[in-house]
Structures are given as structure tokens and as C-alpha cells.
């Protein structure tokens, strides 16, 4: 019963733990029924058993005041009834009046139906607590004027018509219908403009702060050397042009080797190899378009050994210098080019051919013998070079790609100029990285370089579980229209007597087969939104772009809210459910503010990041210590029930976006910690609380257990080689491996090794001090006397400026990250004393952070693909050209999709695994059978990519 448990107890119901709602071995009423239920979205409803046991008049509620049934009842009636029990003449009138200002639209009337009437009341009332109001400071609560009393039942009462009128499920079937809006719509814009991302990436962008360019649609990958040595293994690029042309040969190289230097003589051919690779990049000098350069390129159309794989040219502002501008030079260049078109079109078909558009100048700061240079006449020339070279060919479309871009980069930066032609170095850089994008992207197929990529071959298990949720949803289709057919036989008919309808009186009970097709159904739909969104090209990405603003702007708005949204606990004891969901909802809201706006290379916000994982994983060993020091329970059922829910939406995703288990990082790390508390706790001798309260001794014989775990934590920590030995071993390197080997496995598992241990340690003192009564955990009471209480704060506080103030000067991450397991608990400690040490704090818990908490296992990982993109090297772009907007329409579809993903999950498991050991061995089998089969899969995937 919810009240009457200890902490400990609340805690074993459903540890706490950050995978959210997988806690529980029986879920909760509002967590296991159907998903079509509507629930509110800034409440959880609770069943009639905690509502009768928990809800009593005066507690308040997202609802309002009174008793459950004045809250069933609405916040106009509940106000009349407890009017009525004060025996006020006046509240009658008043209860009215408060019922009638339901809608906005009510304060409108006049007399005693109206607000004047209500505000008159209100200052004839003698002063008294408002019970309807959110937690008030101690002065208010005492002694409430009529304007606190107004402000509160106004507060309530919005809260009240937002969850009225905006549930959860309203808001599925809204972002249904906006999925399928953008979905047709972007599907309608690629039929329209085209679907090849390399024309944005050549054609169009943006600049992101000063320095960061981002393409129209897709992402672009900075190259590092080995990349590009990798990617241009004996290929020979040329560059063939003007000093512009040059810049942009010296950038590009410069990307395979920084070393090499802007030198020699510039008015000649310039060579470039590097013999390790084999890669050669040459520079040709021709300035202007003339017989010259056409002599060059038409020796390559005849030489197909020695032709270039990759050729850029470009040329015009000599032509406008030494002819001074004549329309003359403007109509020869239009000849030469259309010349020179014929042998660009037949090499292109071989090689990739980019013609260079001339960027724009900058004429304040011309030299006299460059003046005629002028923006107007450099247009004339674009023009010129895109419609011959355009329609150079009968084909629908040239071969020849036009290298617009720069001209963009230029227009943003050719004020940096020192004179005025030629572009400053970082904006030739870009340039460059865009060539090597357009080139290498489609051969060394980086994640993060969305550009010029094509969409991922179909594996086999992806096509096997396509059929598999096609058949599902076929499946649950066939089951709907022969049970609606069914009911409409049922259907009640009219009393022709008595002009009423017969009512059926027995309801028919949903069967299992239609919830596992149901789930199965909504599962594979929802499994196709993934897939468009990372792995097919019908929505854009983009890359992160970090700044303070689109950090800590939106931390503010979510703390707002959250401050809002906030309730009185049903218990007050320390780590309540309450308080542990809110806990993990605003780390998880933080973490994903975190993510989408690139904060990693921000290092104090990276450390602080760090700490809120090591306090999702101190919260894994809190809750489950507690689950099974209290209850005793080390049944399969127990054990079964966590690992699914942990693991049922990563194992999907593994199958579906084929990625390995070791990907979705967090959640193999929160399942081996898992089992190693179960293993610690299970192995002889198993001691729980009720044996250990029999005989003292048992408590140092648990702590010798925990003894024994630190040294083994240790062992490993520092035994790199005898960690990868143990999670080389088949079948656990299938899961653990990430690119071929286990070294990620063991730094994240590095990272974090210790909060584990001292989550369990701190729930056995927790509960060795709540069993001898050594903590005052009543409402509204300090943890401990007020002496203590304050010295505890005092230190709390000192302690978690010290660590953020140490953060925030740490050098670079791996100085901090070798120091981080050791201390993160210093601040993981200090927030939960400090949240729970007074006792007005532990009383009231926001409910808005606390629905998130219920939700942040399936928060985390559905991030990976349906928030960000690229595998969260980028951020998923549904509506273009609007920052902002995209981001509230892409959340809200990606929180509900979290949501039902949570409600299926919580479907499932009550089916695949049930309570009855015979029949539970048997899906064990079945699951067993299931992934012997996945990693056969797996390995002929392998081969066949080898």
C-alpha cells in the first residue's frame, strides 16, 4: 500500500533505476493498460486502490483539492463540497461562481456569476491556509490573503483545463498526423527539386556562427589526414585556373598534409604527391578560358591513362583585368567556353568534373589595376559558364558539376579580404572540405557526412524483420475487422416497446493475442518512423553548432515549467518514488539538451553531464539493493522482468537500424551492473534484512560481500587486458564490441565503476538508520535535529561548489575523466542531502519532471535516431528553414513516441514473460532459439560485408 511503505519498501515495488518504468516486476495499473487509454500529460493517473488509500481531503492534486471523488467530480464541485462542510452560508454562491470561471469565457457574465462577485467574496472570507494552492512559503501558508488565495485557485485551474483538454493520447494522434504531413511533404519536395544531396552540398548552405558551414539538408564530415590519405589512395586530382583556383588547390591540400607550404613561383604549374598514399595533386596555371587550357584538357580526353579522377576549373577575373571589363572579352569567353564544354562533358563521364562559379569581390578594397573587377561583371561571367556549360549536353541534365557554393562562402566573409579578391583562409578551407566531402563521402561513408551518401543496402535481418512487422500489422487489421464485425452482430437494437436501447451487461475482455498484435502492430509502425529517419534520405540533417544560448535558454524554460507543474508527495520519505521519477526526468531532459546542442565541447558542462550519468547508474544500485535486501526475491521471474524491459527496445533498434548492442552504450551498462548486483546479493550466503534483523552479525557478512565486490571493481578497473579477456569471449563479444574490439566497452564501463558500489552502500546505511529510527521522516520535519540538519547543508552545499567549481577548471577531459569515478559521488550526495534534509522539500516533488522520469530509458535511446541523426552526430531536420519550430515539432514527436514505446514495452513484458515458471522456462527457450538465430544472422552479415 503506497502509504504505509518505507522508502525501502517503495523502493522494492519498483527500485529506482534509470531505465525508467522497467523497475517494477508488476507494473503499475496506469503503465499496463491499454495503450488507446487517455492519460493526462502532466499527471499520472493513479489506480482506485492508491486513490482510496492516498488521496485525502486537503491533498493536493493536478486536479485541485478534496478527495479523489471531488477531484472525479471537478474543481467547481469539489469547491461546493468543501464549502458545504465549512457550514458558510455564503459558499453556495461562491462554488457557483467558481464553477462557472471553468473556461475563459465565463468571467464575462455579470452579477453574482461574474469576477467582481468572486473577488467580494473572497475579501469577506476570514484569512486561512489554501489548501487548493501550490506550496507556499511558510508565511502564506499561515495567514492567506485574498490576492495569494486567487493567485492559487487560478494556478490550479490552469493546470487543471491543460490537462483536461491536452492528454496523451490527443497529443499521439496529433504528431500521427504531422508525420504523415512532413512525411508527404518532404517526399513531394525531393520529387520536385531532386533527391541528390551532392547538388545542396555544391549548391546551397549556411553558415553556423563564424566558421561552421552547414549544407542545405545533409551533413558534412570534417576529414581528418588519415581519412583523406584513405579516401584518395592513388588518385590524381587537378586543378586548373587562376590564383583563386590556387587558393583552393593549397587548402585542399593542406588537408592531406598541413605541412605543406604557399610557395614558389605563382604563376606556374605546381605540383603535390604524397608517395606513402600515393596521391598526387597538381596545380596547372591557366588563368584565362583560351586555347591554352583547351589544349590541356583536350590531351586528357585523349590520354585515358593519364586523365585526373577528379578535375576542378575555373577562370574569368583575369579575362576582366587584362581586357578592362570590354563587352568584347565577355563575348570571347562565351566562345572559349563553349568550346572547352564539349571535352569537360566527356571527361566528366568518367571523372568528376566541377566547374568553380567566380566568388564575388570585395570593391572597397580593389587595387587601382583591379577596379574593373566588379560584382556586376563577375555575374555576367556566372551566367555565361552555367547556361553553356548547362546545356553543353542533350541529356536532361549535365555531367559537369557547377561549384556555386564558394560563391555563398564569399558573400559571408569576402570583408575579411586583405585585398579584396582573394578569400581569407578559413573560407578556401571550407571550400576544400567540400570537394573532399563530394568525393569521399560516397566511398569511405563516415556517419556524420550525410552528404552525397546513399541510402545503406537492406541486411538480412532488416528485410526478415520488415516481413516480420508487415505480417503483424496485417495480422492485427484481419483480428480488428472480424472483431468489429463481431460487435456490431452484438449490437444492441431499439425496444420497440419502450423506445430504448438494450444494453449488453457483460463487456468481452481484451484478449492476449489482440494485445501482442496490437503492440506488434504500433511497434512496426513506429520501427518505419525510425528507419526514415536515419537511415532512408527522405528528411533532412543537420549538424550540431554548440553556443551558451541554445544550452542554457532552454535549461531555463524546462526549470520554469517544472517549478510550475509541482505537487505534495504521497510519503516523505527519502528517495521517494516521486522524488526519484522527478530526479531522473530533469537529468534526462538536461542530458537531451545536452545532446542536441553539441555541449560536449563545452568542459564544464561535460563534467557536469557526467555526474548526472554516474546518479542515473548510483540510482540502479540504490534501487535494486533496496528491491532485494527488502523482498528477498531472486526469482527468474524478477530477473527476467528487468533484463526485457531494459533491453527489448535496443534489441529491436539492433535489428532494425543495424547497429551493435554495444552502440545504445548506456543501456549494456546498466544491464551488467544489474546482474552484478543480482550475482553479489544471490550467491551464498543470500542475506536480507529480515535475516540480518535476527542477528547483527549478518550485517558485517553483507558487508564483506560488498568488500569483495570493490576489490573485484578494481581488479578490472585497472587490468585493462583481463577485462577485454572476459568480454572477448563468444557470445559477449557480439555484444560488446564496437568496431572490432572492447575497448569502448571498458572505458564507459571505466568511467563510471565505482557509483554502483556506493549506490548500494548508501542504501544499506539509508536503511540501517531508517530501522533504528534514527531519521525523522514525518511531513515537514527535518532528516535529522536542526543542529545536524544545518551542518549537513552547510557541508552539502561547500561540497557541490567545490566539485563544480573543480570542473570548471579542469585542463582537458582526460585529466577530468581520470579523476571523475572517485568524486562524482561527492556532488551525487550533496544533492540528494540537500534535496532531502528539510522537510518542506521532501514534501512537494514536480510532477511535470517526474512524467519524464517514468520515460527515460525509452528518452535516451529513442534520441538516437528520431531526435538527432546520423546516430546523434547530427540533429534531424522536419522542418526546414526554421530553427526553432523544428525543434518544438521534432520534440514532441519524439516524446511521444518515448511514450507509447514505454506503454508497448510494459504490454509486452506482462506477455512475454509471465509469472508462471513452467510456462516462463518455455519463452526462456524460445527467446534463447531466438538469439541463436540473430547471431548466426549476424555472423553471415559479417562475412558477407568482409
Known amino acids: 500500500m503506497a502509504l504505509l511503505l518505507p522508502p525501502a519498501a517503495a523502493a ?31 499527471r499520472q493517473e493513479a489506480n482506485e486502490e492508491e486513490e482510496e488509500e492516498g488521496e485525502e481531503t486537503g491533498v493536493r492534486g493536478a486536479w485541485g483539492t478534496g478527495t479523489a471523488e471531488q477531484r472525479r467530480r471537478g474543481w467547481g464541485e469539489a469547491a461546493e463540497a468543501a464549502a458545504a462542510e465549512e457550514g458558510q452560508a455564503e459558499a453556495g454562491g461562491a462554488a457557483a461562481a467558481a464553477a462557472g470561471s471553468g473556461s475563459p469565457a465565463s468571467g464575462a457574465g455579470g452579477g453574482r456569476e461574474g469576477w467582481p462577485w468572486v473577488l467580494g467574496w473572497l475579501r469577506r472570507r476570514q484569512p486561512q491556509c489554501c489548501p487548493c494552492a501550490a506550496p507556499l512559503p511558510r508565511s502564506a501558508a499561515h495567514c492567506c490573503h485574498g490576492g495569494t488565495k486567487m493567485a492559487a485557485l487560478a494556478y490550479n485551474l490552469g493546470k487543471r483545463e491543460i490537462n483536461h483538454y491536452f492528454s496523451v493520447r490527443s497529443a499521439k494522434v496529433l504528431a500521427l498526423v504531422a508525420v504523415l504531413l512532413l512525411a508527404a511533404g518532404h517526399l513531394a519536395s525531393r520529387r520536385y527539386r531532386g533527391n541528390d544531396s551532392c547538388e545542396y552540398l555544391l549548391s546551397s548552405g549556411r553558415f553556423l556562427g563564424e566558421k561552421v558551414w552547414q549544407p542545405h539538408s545533409c551533413m558534412m564530415h570534417k576529414y581528418k589526414i588519415s581519412e583523406a590519405k584513405n579516401c584518395l589512395v592513388d588518385k590524381h586530382i587537378a586543378f586548373i585556373g587562376d590564383s583563386r583556383i ?18 614558389g613561383n605563382k604563376h606556374e604549374n605546381i605540383p603535390f604527391e604524397d608517395k606513402v598514399s600515393s596521391v598526387k595533386v597538381d596545380f596547372l596555371w591557366h588563368p584565362e578560358v583560351n586555347g591554352s587550357m583547351k589544349q590541356c584538357i583536350k590531351v586528357w580526353t585523349e590520354d585515358p591513362i593519364g586523365k585526373p579522377h577528379v578535375i576542378v576549373a575555373g577562370a574569368a577575373t583575369w579575362s576582366i583585368k587584362i581586357h578592362n571589363g570590354s563587352n568584347e572579352a565577355l563575348s570571347q569567353y562565351k566562345m572559349n567556353i563553349t568550346s572547352i564544354a564539349p571535352l569537360l562533358e566527356k571527361l566528366a563521364k568518367t571523372s568528376d568534373v566541377y566547374w568553380v562559379l567566380q566568388d564575388p569581390v570585395y570593391e572597397v578594397l580593389l587595387s587601382e589595376n583591379r577596379k574593373m573587377i566588379t560584382n556586376e561583371k563577375i555575374d555576367a ?70 552528404c552525397c551518401q546513399p541510402r545503406p543496402p537492406l541486411t538480412l535481418t532488416q528485410k526478415l524483420a520488415a516481413c516480420f512487422f508487415t505480417v503483424s500489422i496485417i495480422g492485427y487489421l484481419i483480428f480488428y475487422i472480424i472483431h468489429r464485425n463481431a460487435h456490431r452482430k452484438n449490437k444492441p437494437c431499439a425496444d420497440l416497446e419502450s423506445g430504448e436501447e ?40 543537420e549538424n550540431k553548432f554548440y553556443t551558451h544560448s541554445s544550452f542554457f535558454i532552454p535549461i531555463i524554460y524546462i526549470l520554469v515549467l517544472g517549478v510550475f507543474y ?83 527496445l535496443v534489441v529491436v533498434l539492433c535489428i532494425v537500424m543495424d547497429r551493435p548492442y554495444q552502440f545504445y552504450y548506456f543501456v549494456p551498462l546498466v544491464t551488467v551492473w544489474f546482474m552484478v548486483i543480482y550475482v553479489t546479493l544471490a550467491l551464498w550466503p543470500q542475506i536480507i534484512q529480515k535475516k540480518a534483523n535476527g542477528n547483527c552479525l549478518w550485517h558485517f557478512g553483507l558487508l564483506l560481500k560488498l568488500a569483495f565486490l570493490l576489490l573485484c571493481i578494481c581488479f578490472l578497473a585497472y587490468s585493462q587486458g583481463a577485462f577485454e579477456k572476459i568480454f572477448s569471449l563468444w557470445p559477449l563479444s557480439k555484444c560488446f564490441e564496437l568496431k572490432g574490439n572492447v575497448y569502448e ?33 514525518g511531513k515537514g520535519e527535518p532528516l535529522f535535529s536542526n543542529k545536524i540538519s544545518n551542518f549537513l547543508l552547510f557541508i552539502s552545499v561547500v561540497s557541490f561548489l567545490t566539485y563544480s567549481i573543480w570542473a570548471s577548471s579542469c585542463k582537458n577531459k582526460a585529466e577530468c575523466n581520470e579523476l571523475h569515478p572517485s568524486v562524482s559521488v561527492v556532488q551525487i550526495l550533496a544533492f ?52 526553432m519550430l523544428n525543434i518544438i515539432v521534432s520534440t514532441f514527436i519524439f516524446v511521444c513516441v518515448a511514450h507509447e514505446i514505454s506503454q508497448i514495452t510494459n504490454d509486452l513484458a506482462q506477455i512475454v514473460i509471465p509469472k508462471d515458471n513452467a510456462a516462463l522456462l518455455k519463452r526462456l527457450a524460445g527467446i534463447a532459439a531466438f538469439f541463436c538465430g540473430l547471431l548466426i544472422l549476424s555472423s553471415i552479415q559479417d562475412k558477407s560485408r568482409h
Not at 522494492?12 to 487509454?37: L, Y
Not at 557509483?755 to 536503511?767: D, E, K
Open 745 to 777: 566497452w571498458w572505458f564507459r564501463w571505466r568511467l563510471d565503476r565505482y557509483v554502483v558500489f556506493h549506490g548500494m552502500l548508501f542504501a544499506f546505511i539509508y536503511l540501517a538508520l531508517q530501522k533504528r529510527q534514527v531519521l525523522s521522516e
Open 832 to 883: 540528494i542531502l540537500i534535496r532531502n534534509i528539510p522537510g518542506y522539500a521532501r514534501s512537494v516533488y514536480s510532477s511535470f519532471f517526474a512524467w519524464f522520469g517514468k520515460i527515460s530509458l525509452e528518452l535516451f535511446i529513442c534520441q538516437y535516431h528520431i531526435w538527432l541523426a546520423a546516430d546523434t552526430r547530427g540533429i534531424l531536420v522536419l522542418i526546414p528553414g526554421n530553427p
Open 502 to 541: 438494450k444494453k449488453n451487461i457483460i463487456s468481452t475482455p481484451v484478449s492476449t493475442l489482440e494485445i501482442l498484435l496490437q503492440s506488434l502492430c504500433k511497434l512496426g509502425l513506429i520501427m518505419a518512423y525510425f528507419y526514415m529517419c536515419d537511415r532512408a534520405n527522405l528528411f533532412m540533417k
Open 12 to 42: 522494492a515495488r519498483d527500485p529506482v533505476t534509470p531505465e525508467g518504468r522497467s523497475g517494477p516486476v508488476t507494473p503499475e495499473p496506469w503503465a499496463s493498460g491499454a495503450p488507446s487509454q487517455a492519460q493526462p500529460l502532466l
Open 246 to 263: 590556387r587558393q583552393l588547390f593549397y587548402s585542399f591540400v593542406k588537408i592531406i598534409n598541413p605541412q605543406f607550404k604557399e610557395e
Open 381 to 450: 561571367y556566372n551566367e555565361a559558364a552555367v547556361s553553356i556549360l548547362n546545356s553543353s549536353t542533350r541529356n536532361s541534365k549535365s555531367n559537369v558539376k557547377m561549384f556555386s557554393v564558394s560563391k555563398l562562402i564569399a558573400q559571408e566573409t569576402i570583408m575579411d579580404s586583405l585585398d579584396g579578391l582573394h578569400l581569407p583562409e578559413s573560407s578556401r578551407e571550407t571550400s576544400a572540405m567540400i570537394l573532399m566531402n563530394v568525393y569521399c563521402n560516397k566511398i569511405l561513408k563516415p556517419v556524420d557526412g550525410s
Open 566 to 648: 509541482n505537487e505534495n508527495t504521497k510519503e516523505t520519505k527519502v528517495l521517494n518514488r516521486e522524488q526519484t521519477d522527478e530526479w531522473k526526468g530533469w537529468m534526462q531532459l538536461v542530458i537531451l539538451i545536452y545532446h542536441i546542442s553539441g555541449a560536449s565541447t563545452f568542459l564544464p558542462v561535460y563534467m557536469h553531464i557526467r555526474v548526472l550519468v554516474a546518479a542515473y547508474l548510483f540510482q540502479t544500485g540504490y534501487g535494486h539493493f533496496s528491491y532485494f535486501w527488502i523482498k528477498g526475491d531472486f526469482g527468474i521471474h524478477r530477473v527476467c522482468q528487468v533484463l526485457f524491459r531494459l533491453n527489448f
